[in-house]
T-cell receptor, first 107, second 123 residues
């Protein structure tokens, strides 16, 4: 299953909201996770089951979607939210597949 | 808290071999599957291998099948990745990651990650 994220780069002002998209080439139900990765750091799980926040993830992060279309929304971006975000499907495996990532940068 | 610490990286010549290790703590290692995920320089994430909690099943990405072997020692809470016939395209940061599902559960995302270990294949 090919995961396609858009846009590749998103320029956002601090305090504004952001919407990231992820599309699966085949049906993946809600078996979709989102990860955040900052430079030089390991990825961190944000969302699983398409919409369930992982432990200690702030409520400004929310996920939605099912089937083949998914969205990660970040309300009121904080400085620590500027990072690369990856979606990953775990419905049909192996392999587990990731999107190519969306970089959220400061505008 | 969950800790995953990779070790064993370095520089290896093409065609060579290397074994990475991942020491786990802070959770019941013997009940969770484990993964290896890699990230080539400036690139995205690529899943490499998965081993079930008891080592009974192993799965690999096509790009490493037949060259890499994932294993675990539950008595030492340690995950391994033996890499043979190495290619320059294997150069990456390698992460071990804990599977979300205990025992033979079917929902597999990566809920905890190690800090990663750099590994370079170069002559």
């Amino acid at each position: 299953i090919v995961m396609t994220q858009s846009p590749a780069t998103l320029s956002v002002s601090p305090g504004d909201g952001a919407t990231l998209s992820c599309r699966a080439s085949q049906y993946v139900s809600i078996n979709l996770a989102w990860y955040q990765q900052k430079p030089g750091q390991a990825p961190r799980l944000l969302i699983y089951g398409a919409s369930t926040r992982a432990t200690n993830i702030p409520t400004r992060f929310s996920g939605s979607g099912s089937g083949t279309e998914f969205t990660l929304s970040i309300s009121s971006l904080q400085s620590e939210d500027f990072a690369v975000y990856y979606c990953q499907q775990y419905n049909n495996w192996p392999p587990y597949t990731f999107g190519q990532g969306t970089k959220v940068e400061i505008k | 808290q969950v800790q995953l610490v990779e070790s064993g990286g370095g520089v290896v010549q093409p065609g060579g071999s290397l074994t990475l290790s991942c020491a786990a703590s802070g959770f019941t290692f013997t009940t969770y599957g484990m993964h290896w995920v890699r990230q080539a320089p400036g690139k995205g994430l690529e899943w490499v291998a998965f081993i079930r909690f008891d080592g009974s099943d192993k799965y690999y990405a096509d790009s490493v099948k037949g060259r890499f072997t994932v294993s675990r020692d539950n008595s030492k809470n340690t995950l391994y990745l033996q890499m043979n016939s190495l290619r320059t395209e294997d150069t990456a940061v390698y992460y071990c990651a804990k599977d979300s599902a205990s025992y033979s559960g079917s929902v597999h995302y990566f809920d905890y990650w190690g800090q990663g270990i750099q590994f370079t294949v170069s002559s």
